[in-house]
């Protein structure tokens, strides 16, 4: 037998210890690896959401460790749902989230049954698609922030080109109506190549028989999309939307490069106010009942839309 290291641990081992682990069961070696897993995983998201609970019950601020901290029972959580400006940027973040996942689906639904029709070019130009997902979010953000730009910008010249207006008689990140809009069109041009993406595996996963048979029976091609494409390749499009729902609830650095939830608050989101009430405000206690309230509103709808997700597959 080779000297190695394994071997020279076996020889070191005590008879007894030995003895406990030979005998040691398939799911006890299972656990044994398993657990250090589970430990860490507990300290990295279990205890920071234990002490974020805690400290929603408080007027504990960050800025000031040495003040005494006074527990306020549920003060905070009135404060936050009774506020009319937690409710504009709920409303700005319900206004991007419908127009985004919106957007993204029907364009990513539509390259994707572009995409599956195999022409020439079809590898090139699904990887062109698929480029601005690759970047960071920053850089977008800045990228966009050049194109918007009213002097210089191209997004403003293609606007001109197309409808005729003086290119500089408009700001997409300085006017209150056109900003939300603004972020809308970035999110939707960075995004979208994720959502063609699980559509064009939905639309691949249709056995060429169903459509052959449709065809026997003379069904014309509109009825096949409406009866065999959009019910197979509906629990995709669902999964698609419940990944970007997710994502864009804590939107955070692709805004705040593009408009800062500027002009004024128009497109501050949820996650940009949370930002200022916990680190410029430093209402450590009341950012942390906010952070609970949107952790529960995420988690609530997340769950209601799995289980119809889930009714869907098993159709």
């Known amino acids: 037998m080779s000297d190695t290291p394994f071997n020279r641990a076996a020889k070191a081992t005590p008879p007894s210890v030995a003895a406990k682990i030979r005998g040691l069961s398939d799911r006890a070696i299972a656990w044994i690896f398993v657990l250090p897993t589970i430990f860490l995983l507990l300290a990295v998201n279990i205890f920071p959401l234990i002490w974020t609970i805690n400290l929603s019950f408080t007027n504990f601020r960050a800025n000031r460790p040495n003040r005494e901290v006074e527990y306020i029972g549920l003060r905070n959580y009135e404060r936050i749902?009774?506020?009319?400006d937690i409710w504009l940027t709920m409303q700005a973040t319900a206004h991007f989230l419908f127009w985004t996942i919106f957007f993204q689906v029907l364009i990513g639904f539509a390259l994707a049954w572009l995409i599956n029709r195999k022409f020439k070019g079809n590898d090139l130009w699904t990887t062109l698609i698929v480029l601005p997902m690759m970047l960071s979010p920053a850089v977008v953000g800045n990228f966009w922030t050049f194109l918007y730009q009213p002097q210089i910008g191209l997004f403003n010249y293609g606007i001109s080109f197309l409808t005729g207006i003086d290119p500089s008689s408009f700001q997409m990140?300085?006017?209150?109506?056109?900003?939300?809009?603004?972020?809308?069109?970035?999110?939707?041009?960075?995004?979208?190549?994720?959502?063609?993406?699980?559509c064009l595996a939905g639309l691949r996963s249709i056995p060429d028989y169903i459509y052959e048979a449709a065809e026997i029976d003379r069904a014309s091609k509109w009825r096949q999309f409406w009866t065999i494409t959009i019910p197979m390749v509906l629990p995709f499009l669902m999964l698609a939307v419940l990944f970007r729902g997710i994502e864009n609830f804590k939107m955070f650095d692709l805004v705040v490069q593009l408009t800062g939830g500027g002009p004024g608050s128009i497109t501050e989101l949820t996650s940009i106010n949370l930002k200022r009430e916990a680190f410029e405000k430093w209402r450590t206690g009341y950012?942390?009942?906010?952070?609970?309230?949107?952790?529960?509103?995420?988690?609530?709808?997340?769950?209601?839309?799995?289980?119809?997700l889930n009714r869907v597959k098993e159709r």
Do not use: E, N, R
């Open 81 to 84: 749902l009774t506020d009319s």
């Open 173 to 198: 990140i300085g006017d209150v109506t056109l900003a939300p809009w603004s972020i809308v069109i970035v999110d939707t041009w960075m995004w979208t190549p994720f959502v063609m993406l699980i």
């Open 287 to 308: 950012a942390s009942a906010y952070a609970i309230i949107l952790f529960v509103t995420v988690f609530g709808l997340a769950s209601i839309y799995v289980k119809a």
